[in-house]
């Protein structure tokens, strides 16, 4: 039987380990690298940062990848490529990834609170989903009506340095709990941070609205009883009414709702404050 290829260790690569799982299959490490330095020092960060997802992971050598490229099932590729099977989402629902939370680091500030992760924005993207991540993001005042609703906690990825000034007005504006920002220090900005490290962030959440990117993925593979609104933008690759869709019909509550720039982001807003009564 056929391994599932990963080549990085963002979001697409945890539904490809997600889907894996659903079908008792390996997933074999094949970086986009042309040398045997990179190749091999780049298959070591991301066994380390997907080992915590699924153990059934390998590498090979820098000599076996044309092979394991050949013998393999890229899951990834067929997604951006627009050749991607839709019942492989309904494999996924059905399904889950279980990974240890033994000894990983807390989030004490949302225990025992009422959190939900708060994604207007997309201020990093990979740029191979069909959208760059601005035509992926909105106007927070989109999600104005959420002001005051719970503890809102930021799950957008964001340059430390780069970004700060945009997010320190984001979290004023809407009280955001920032991971990093005043407990854990070391997560703060999330991308390149181990993904493990949030395991216990969200384990806290009640519910997610937002932007779809890494955190949804992780959201559905490991904690798909969390309810969710995914606002996505209708260019892109996924076709996210099929994820909806999938996920409804195994019980949970998974709404996605699509946007692009012909929307009209009053009634937007209403659809998504509307659909956040189902959450609950």
Not at 138 to 159: D, E, I, R, S
Not at 211 to 227: Q, V
Request: charged share 25%.
């Amino acid at each position: 039987m056929k391994k599932i290829i990963i080549s990085s260790c963002f979001g697409h690569e945890i539904m490809a380990v997600a889907i894996a799982k659903s079908m008792n299959l390996s997933v074999v490490i094949v970086p986009n690298k042309d040398n045997a330095d990179e190749f091999n020092k780049e298959s070591e960060n991301i066994l380390v940062k997907m080992l915590p997802f699924y153990s059934a992971l390998e590498t090979v050598s820098f000599e076996e990848k044309e092979t394991a490229l050949a013998e393999g099932w890229d899951v990834v590729r067929e997604l951006k490529e627009g050749r991607f099977d839709a019942s492989l989402w309904f494999k996924m629902a059905s399904s889950r990834l279980t990974p240890s939370f033994e000894g990983l680091r807390r989030y004490r500030q949302l225990e025992d609170r009422f959190n939900v992760l708060f994604v207007p924005q997309k201020l990093k993207s990979d740029g191979e989903c069909g959208v760059t991540a601005a035509q992926q993001s909105l106007n927070p005042q989109v999600l104005a009506f959420m002001k005051g609703l719970a503890n809102l906690v930021l799950g957008q990825h964001f340059h430390k340095v780069n970004d700060l000034e945009t997010v320190e007005a984001l979290a004023k504006e809407f009280d955001l709990y920032v991971p990093g920002q005043t407990e854990n220090q070391e997560v703060f900005g999330i991308r390149g941070v181990a993904h493990a490290e949030y395991f216990n962030m969200y384990r806290n959440l009640d519910a997610s609205v937002g932007i779809a990117g890494t955190h949804t993925w992780i959201m559905l593979a490991l904690f798909p009883e969390i309810p969710q609104i995914i606002l996505f933008n209708r260019n892109g690759v996924e076709n996210w009414k099929d994820i909806e869709a999938a996920y409804q019909k195994a019980g949970y509550r998974i709404f996605c709702i699509g946007f692009d720039e012909n929307s009209d982001m009053g009634e937007l807003s209403k659809e998504i404050e509307e659909t956040y009564k189902k959450l609950f």
